[in-house]
């Protein structure tokens, strides 16, 4: 079992920041890779970031020189700071992390940009 709580979202003016926090509450497996995932309203789930065990990113090209993912392996958490946020940045974020038996997901955490 692996149990992950988001916190930090909330609503903030385009051009705004934000930062994510997804922390691993119960691992009984090591965590590889580590990922933040969202979901606008109407529309399909999307990748946002991915951070390696080896602190290899990877970035949508929506976020690309806005957002940054990283890791603190000793908090077992993950983070993700939103810079020059835009409206079309809303939706409800979620980390993912994947083990060898199989991913998790937290239940999320809501992003409103404003106009």
């Known amino acids: 079992q692996v149990q992950l709580v988001e916190s930090g979202g909330g609503l903030v003016q385009a051009g705004g920041s934000l930062r994510l926090s997804c922390a691993v509450t119960?691992?009984?497996?090591?965590?590889?890779?580590m990922g933040w995932y969202r979901q606008a309203p109407g529309k399909q789930r999307e990748f946002v970031a991915g951070i390696r065990s080896g602190a290899g990113t990877l970035y949508a090209n929506s976020v690309k020189g806005r957002f940054t993912i990283s890791r603190d392996n000793f908090k077992n958490a993950m983070y993700l700071q939103m810079n020059s946020l835009k409206p079309e940045d809303t939706g409800v974020y979620s980390c993912?992390?994947?083990?060898?038996?199989?991913?998790?997901w937290g239940r999320g955490t809501q992003v409103t940009v404003s106009s």
């Open positions: 119960r691992s009984d497996f090591r965590i590889d890779d």
């Open positions: 993912k992390v994947h083990t060898w038996i199989t991913d998790y």
